[in-house]
């Protein structure tokens, strides 16, 4: 395996077997995780607030989750909180990567809705909604594109919480995508539209898609990894993930 490539064959086939392992214990730890989400969620006034508080953690547990259930390192329901004993890490690196979105979505997103609303004035209403939503979608993807580099982050401190803070996760992210940017965000796309197929199939399709997702996501990381390390070995288990 090339340095900076993996297989998006390799990584649903790594996270249907990982779900497969391990049936019960993926779809009882979605739920949970979605749960509590949307309780939170649900709580009026402070659950919005709460929710911009324990997202990180939580992404970095069902990340620790995943790299578990891809592993076979003894995954379980607990490792969706795993997250919360590095709280401030998860923390920081989720409103960085917040700060970061927005800084990248105002030259990106807010140029092609003045653009469209410049149109608008000078050629009409109509001409400016569709100049405005065509550059709105390239800008989205524009967008999307330049942050893919940093999206393995979470599994970057998920996989080794002690040797990496969250300027080391994101400098490692972008070091072992480099190469296959393009790539891992067409994959993403495809991994995501999977993810919620299961939504015709209603909650238990949603549970099984979004696990496999979620393994198949896992998966990738790993490979990039491995890459970047110059090995390929499948199904290697590597870092000190706990």
């Not at 995954?75 to 004993?85: I, L, N, R, T, Y």
Request: proline content about 2%.
């Amino acid at each position: 395996m090339a340095n900076g490539s993996f297989s998006l064959g390799r990584a649903f086939s790594e996270g249907w077997q990982a779900f497969a392992r391990n049936v019960w214990v993926a779809i009882l730890g979605i739920l949970v995780y979605v749960g509590i989400e949307t309780v939170i969620g649900w709580v009026p006034c402070v659950g919005p607030l709460a929710q911009l508080i324990v997202a990180g953690p939580f992404m970095g547990g069902m990340c620790v989750f995943a790299l578990h259930l891809l592993r076979q390192a003894n995954p379980s329901v607990g490792d969706v909180f795993a997250g919360f004993s590095k709280f401030g890490r998860y923390l920081g690196l989720y409103w960085l990567l917040f700060l970061i979105s927005i800084a990248c979505a105002v030259p990106t997103i807010g140029v092609a809705l003045l653009v469209g609303l410049g149109v608008g004035m000078a050629a009409g209403e109509d001409a400016g909604i569709a100049v405005g939503v065509t550059l709105g979608v390239i800008a989205v993807i524009v967008w999307y594109a330049i942050l893919v580099r940093w999206f393995l982050a979470y599994y970057v401190v998920a996989d080794d919480w002690e040797e990496n803070s969250v300027f080391t996760a994101l400098k490692k992210s972008a070091q072992i995508t480099k190469g296959s940017r393009i790539k891992l965000f067409l994959s993403l796309i495809v991994v995501g539209l999977f993810g919620i197929i299961g939504i015709l199939a209603c909650i238990v399709g949603v549970l099984l898609t979004g696990a496999v997702a979620m393994c198949a996501t896992a998966s990738i990381y790993q490979q990039l990894k491995q890459s970047a390390a110059g090995t390929g070995a499948q199904g290697a288990v590597t870092g000190p993930v706990r």
